[in-house]
């Protein structure tokens, strides 16, 4: 009987992974909206790692709000929300914003016919 875990043999890189260490996140770059972090190699070859990366992605906004309540619906058919500058946000964010949406219109569900309405034929009844 032959031992077949002897044979079975795996690639170098079948178990090779890259690994990173992560650097901080830089400012936020206000002409682009976008901040950087560099990541070094720690684990891994080289000839199929990169030594050091650099990722980017978007910031957030500066500017966040406390959601207020929705209006009524008015003669234009709009309602209104007035929302609040959260805390922390950017000093440069307007303290108060006004938001404004169209109404959904009324009654725009189909109506349904009433269940069990029977016709009138001496053989034929149908449910709706």
Not at 30 to 56: A, D, F, H, M, V
Not at 59 to 83: F, I, P
Request: proline share 4%.
């Amino acid at each position: 009987m032959v031992d077949t875990r002897s044979l079975i043999q795996f690639p170098v890189s079948f178990s090779e992974e890259c690994r990173y260490s992560k650097g901080a996140w830089s400012e936020c770059d206000p002409k682009t909206n976008q901040r950087s972090r560099t990541l070094t190699l720690k684990k891994g070859n080289l000839p199929n790692c990169e030594n050091n990366k650099t990722i980017q992605k978007k910031c957030k906004k500066a500017c966040r709000y406390e959601k207020g309540t929705w209006s009524e619906c008015n003669a234009q058919s709009q309602m209104t929300r007035n929302d609040k500058l959260k805390v922390n946000s950017d000093a440069s964010c307007e303290q108060n914003r006004q938001i404004t949406k169209k109404c959904k219109a009324k009654g725009t569900k189909p109506t349904k016919g009433k269940k069990g309405t029977r016709i009138d034929h001496p053989f034929l009844f149908a449910l709706f």
